[in-house]
């Protein structure tokens, strides 16, 4: 029901399992998801970061990363489709693209990574 629900937004693509997304990310407006039950967090909203995207998710998508995730979050209750329809005209569109890299950067990125591994790894 939700497929069909979302698939009656004009500007809205849904995809399946993608071996390589890089071709579909960079014109997309806005990265997406949303989930019920999560055990932490979404590769895929590491890989909209990385490609500036801004997201669009609920809570406990936004709870399950570090810091404040920047994104737009959506209660899942009876409004949501109504809210979805309504994101389209958040201002800072493009302010929203460099803060979802920036917080690439800060947390996944390969020189944090380094960082981390010689701090969990380092001789005491």
Avoid at 8 to 21: A, D, H
Avoid at 30 to 47: H, L
Avoid at 90 to 119: G, P, R, W
Wanted: with cysteine.
């Amino acid at each position: 029901q939700a497929k069909k629900s979302l698939s009656s937004f004009p500007n809205l693509s849904l995809y399946g399992y993608r071996k390589n997304i890089e071709d579909l990310l960079d014109d997309k407006s806005f990265g997406y998801s949303i989930m019920g039950d999560s055990t932490g967090m979404q590769n895929k909203v590491i890989d909209y970061l990385k490609f500036k995207i801004p997201i669009i998710c609920n809570e406990q998508i936004a709870e399950a990363f570090p810091g404040k995730l920047p994104c737009y979050i959506l209660k899942l209750d009876q409004n949501f489709v109504s809210n979805l329809g309504k994101i389209q005209k958040y201002d800072n569109f493009n302010v929203k693209k460099q803060d979802a890299y920036q917080y690439f950067l800060d947390h996944f990125s390969n020189n944090v990574a380094k960082q981390t591994n010689e701090i969990l790894w380092r001789k005491i």
